[in-house]
């Protein structure tokens, strides 16, 4: 079955240190997506990529980095300066970066402070 | 600037009762409009979409939802509600002139029996 895989499920971070957060996909899309969610907030996006190589900056993008080194890998990394890092972090695909196709979503990564 | 209001944050109802969740948006250029629903520490799973046609569109699990563009409304419905409907449902709207979907803060529907 095609679909969105995303790693770890639970994930727990030490002050100062850096976390990355697994997005793969075998759909064959283009455009990739991070989501950041909190409660009462609904989702915020954090970076996005429409092509390998390629990537910019959402509403919320400081304290993360990403990379786009394969059309089906996005991961996403929480440096140190995201000082507020607890939340539940959503990967998505699409069929293309434009247009009308609806974006399709992993299962998350609950990331918590220790 | 793009925006999606859903005004309650919180929708109780009994099984077998009609629901409705309300979604507004706020935007200077054409959209498209989507509904998702989250079951608990899930993704997003696409309830239904308007692309553009007939204002009336049908989604999955027995939801629908009309697109009111003087109203600019897109609000979610179903006629008779199951306890495994109990989730949260988000409302979004995607620019013509954009790749971003911009999502409204959810409504969790807790369905009693």
């Known amino acids: 079955d095609g679909g969105i895989t995303q790693s770890p499920k639970y994930l727990f971070r030490k002050e100062g240190q850096n976390v990355t957060l697994s997005c793969e996909q075998n759909?064959?899309?283009?455009?990739m997506y991070w989501y950041r969610q909190d409660p009462g907030q609904g989702l915020r996006l954090i970076y996005y990529s429409q092509i390998v190589n390629d990537f910019q900056k959402g509403d919320i993008a400081e304290g993360y980095s990403v990379s786009r080194e394969k059309k089906e890998s996005f991961p996403l990394t929480v440096t140190s300066a995201q000082k507020n890092p607890t939340a539940f972090y959503l990967c998505?695909?699409?069929?293309?970066?434009?247009?009308?196709?609806?974006?399709?979503f992993g299962d998350g990564t609950r990331l918590s402070i220790l | 600037a793009q925006s999606v209001t859903q005004l309650d944050s919180q929708v109780p109802v009994f099984e077998e009762a009609p629901v409705e969740l309300r979604c507004n948006y706020s935007?200077?250029?054409?959209?498209?409009l989507f509904w998702y629903v989250q079951y608990p520490n899930q993704g997003l799973q696409l309830l239904l979409k308007y692309l553009s046609g007939s204002t009336l569109v049908k989604g999955i699990n027995g939801f629908e939802a009309e697109f009111n563009k003087s109203q600019t409304s897109f609000h979610l419905r179903k006629p008779s509600v199951h306890i495994s409907d109990t989730a949260e449902y988000f409302c979004?709207?995607?620019?013509?002139?954009?790749?971003?979907?911009?999502f409204g803060t959810g409504t969790r529907l807790q369905v009693f029996p």
């Open positions: 759909l064959n899309h283009d455009a």
């Open positions: 935007s200077s250029v054409s959209v498209y």
């Open positions: 979004a709207v995607r620019p013509y002139n954009t790749d971003k979907l911009i």
């Open positions: 998505a695909s699409s069929i293309t970066g434009t247009g009308n196709q609806p974006q399709h």
